[in-house]
């Protein structure tokens, strides 16, 4: 409901129309695609119930226009069959396009980046539960992908601590142990100094896996990632842990577009992906679209064709 609710603010609506009816359905079961299937799908994993209502209410007289949104497991479980787009599918980690997995890692040779890669929207999506909203209406949780993003930042971290600890002695790999725990602490403290309480549960094994997985919530993932400004209560994340000594080769074309030397430090390099991300977060948030009434009387409406 508060998507919902956040959607008609969105679209300058203030109210819910006494004359529209807008279906609310609580499914039970996972977001895989058998249970997709079952909750909206119709024979044989065909388009169901609820396409045929969008259809319907896209050809009607007000021309509605519907988006989807959600999670990664449930774009992909929607959108192709089980197994068919999955983040270590060969072909099918992108959503949107096609690219071959090998194509990941892959930066602009212009600007160093990989937002400087021209991606277009081009996967045929045959096996779709809703044909009807098209994949350039298919939009990607941020709030769900800033979280796992900061997740796997952390985990980076934690194996990153490891790797710092571990020496070679008689050509073997031994690890101060004692260091690990005290950068460990320090970690976890840093994380409670911001209210993730959950960071004090954290342990992990000698290779710097985590013995149980780490889970953040949508706020647990901001706090992680808010900068630090005048009268805080918390310092710096990676104060005390990532390494301000280790040093790093940045990519020539990043050299240029951050003023960067050649090489910085551990410290330096992942506070940046930390203030770039939380960054995105700020720059999606405030960009989120605004229904434009047409010139008129009107000053809100539910029926789209008013809208520019």
Not at 28 to 43: C, Q
Not at 82 to 94: H, V, W
Request: aromatic share 8%; proline share 5%; glycine share 8%.
């Amino acid at each position: 409901m508060k998507l919902f609710w956040n959607e008609m603010t969105c679209s300058c609506i203030r109210y819910h129309s006494p004359w529209d009816t807008w279906p609310l359905c609580i499914f039970y079961g996972g977001d895989d695609r058998w249970s997709l299937e079952s909750n909206i799908g119709g024979p044989a994993g065909t388009p169901g119930w609820l396409n045929d209502w969008v259809k319907e209410e896209q050809d009607g007289p007000n021309h509605a226009q519907f988006f989807l949104s959600g999670h990664s497991m449930w774009l992909d479980a929607i959108s192709g069959k089980q197994g068919e787009l999955a983040p270590t599918s060969l072909t099918g980690y992108n959503l949107y396009s096609t690219d071959h997995i090998s194509t990941k890692h892959e930066t602009s040779a212009q600007t160093g980046f990989r937002s400087g890669l021209v991606k277009n929207i081009s996967r045929n999506v045959p096996n779709s539960l809703l044909p009807d909203i098209p994949l350039s209406r298919t939009v990607f949780c941020i709030d769900h992908a800033a979280t796992r993003i900061v997740e796997k930042l952390i985990q980076l971290r934690l194996e990153g601590i490891v790797a710092v600890c571990c020496a070679q002695v008689n050509n073997r790999s031994t690890i101060d142990r004692g260091l690990v725990t005290q950068i460990l602490r320090r970690f976890k403290q840093n994380m409670i100094d911001r209210k993730v309480t959950k960071a004090a549960r954290i342990e992990i094994t000698s290779d710097g896996t985590l013995k149980e997985k780490l889970t953040l919530s949508k706020r647990d993932a901001h706090a992680l990632l808010l900068p630090c400004f005048p009268g805080a209560k918390f310092g710096p994340l990676l104060e005390g842990v990532a390494s301000t000594t280790r040093l790093i080769n940045v990519d020539e074309h990043l050299q240029i577009a951050l003023g960067w030397s050649p090489r910085v430090s551990e410290y330096q390099l992942e506070s940046q992906l930390h203030e770039d991300l939380w960054g995105a977060i700020l720059l999606l948030r405030s960009s989120d679209p605004k229904g434009v009434l047409r010139r008129g009387e009107k000053k809100t409406s539910v029926v789209a064709s008013d809208y520019i």
